[in-house]
């Protein structure tokens, strides 16, 4: 039996980055999987993809900022595969042109993102909810990030945003545990998806990997295998959670980079 055979899944933002990785794994471990994207034609050619590779997808739109096609692709989900059992609520936008300091961030960004990032993830749980329910239980699985934990110098929007993302989590946790139905998060730290590596600086890349307490950075699949374990039963007494998929960049303590360099460069100077 493979780690989530016969379950149906719904993921957002699919059509690329984290969202294709985790419809990828989940179709290879046994899900039959809705790939909804802003981007069609992208996500039409993911569930080719799966299909030709033996698994069981179909790509369809969505547009979270929408959430009349929210409520499409939850009917379309269950229509065409008889239930859902899994939500992966992973569209989520960031823009650092306009999403600044509170003092200058442009509020009509600031609503966009909020629409999009947390009321999506609002939207898409409660007409999914009376489907699970119905299934006799569901994993919803929401994509956070490290940026709703912590303050930031710009993307005030996408931090509020996000830690709106983590406690709505435990809110539906809370409200829908007794109907068998789980609710978790993932928090992704920096992750080279094909956008990150587009649109960073190298010597961006290089910041975050100096405070990684790992030597590299994360990929889509690091986030994928771990939504994989929430969607499955294995994972089957964890509810409200946010897993940190960061690679301990924030876990120690933030001077310990700048120490090590002190260290190293004493200890060449012949001081230690
Ligand atoms: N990559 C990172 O470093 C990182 C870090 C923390 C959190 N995240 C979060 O992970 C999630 C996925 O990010 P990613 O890096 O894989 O992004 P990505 O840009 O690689 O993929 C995002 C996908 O969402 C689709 N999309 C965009 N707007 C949409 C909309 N309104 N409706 C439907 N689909 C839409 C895009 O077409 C694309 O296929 C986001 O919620 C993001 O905030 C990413």
């Given at each position: 039996?493979?780690?989530?055979?016969?379950?149906?899944?719904?993921?957002?933002?699919?059509?690329?980055?984290?969202?294709?990785?985790?419809?990828?794994?989940?179709?290879?471990?046994?899900?039959?999987?809705?790939?909804?994207?802003?981007?069609?034609?992208g996500a039409q050619q993911a569930a080719e993809e799966i299909r030709t590779q033996g698994g069981e997808a179909v790509g369809?739109?969505?547009?979270a900022a929408d959430s009349k096609t929210i409520e499409e692709a939850v009917e379309f989900t269950v229509h065409?595969?008889?239930?859902?059992?899994?939500?992966?609520?992973?569209?989520?936008?960031?823009?650092?042109?306009?999403?600044?300091?509170?003092?200058n961030i442009d509020l009509d960004e600031w609503d966009r993102l909020l629409n999009v990032n947390l009321k999506s993830v609002l939207m898409g749980s409660r007409l999914a909810i009376p489907h699970m329910i119905e299934a006799g239980g569901g994993s919803i699985i929401n994509?956070?990030?490290?940026?709703?934990?912590?303050?930031?110098?710009?993307?005030?929007?996408?931090?509020a945003s996000k830690a709106g993302v983590i406690n709505l989590t435990r809110y539906i946790a809370t409200q829908y545990g007794k109907n068998k139905i789980r609710c978790n998060a993932v928090a992704p730290?920096?992750?080279?998806?094909?956008?990150?590596?587009?649109?960073?600086?190298?010597?961006?890349?290089?910041?975050?990997?100096?405070?990684?307490a790992l030597p590299y950075h994360g990929e889509a699949d690091d986030i994928g295998y771990t939504v994989l374990f929430l969607a499955s039963d294995e994972s089957k007494f964890i509810t409200g959670q946010t897993i940190q998929v960061e690679g301990g960049?924030?876990?120690?303590?933030?001077?310990?980079?700048?120490?090590?360099?002190?260290?190293?460069?004493a200890k060449t100077e012949g001081q230690v």
């Open positions: 039996m493979r780690r989530v055979e016969n379950k149906v899944a719904l993921l957002t933002g699919s059509a690329s980055g984290i969202g294709l990785s985790t419809a990828r794994l989940m179709a290879k471990e046994g899900a039959k999987v809705v790939i909804a994207d802003f981007n069609l034609e369809i739109f969505i547009d065409h595969y008889g239930k859902i059992n899994v939500l992966f609520n992973n569209v989520g936008l960031t823009n650092l042109q306009k999403d600044l300091d509170v003092v994509t956070a990030s490290m940026a709703g934990f912590y303050g930031d110098a710009i993307r005030a929007a996408y931090g730290g920096l992750i080279l998806t094909p956008a990150a590596k587009r649109n960073m600086d190298p010597e961006v890349l290089d910041i975050f990997e100096k405070y990684n960049h924030y876990m120690g303590n933030p001077s310990s980079p700048d120490f090590r360099e002190y260290m190293n460069k």
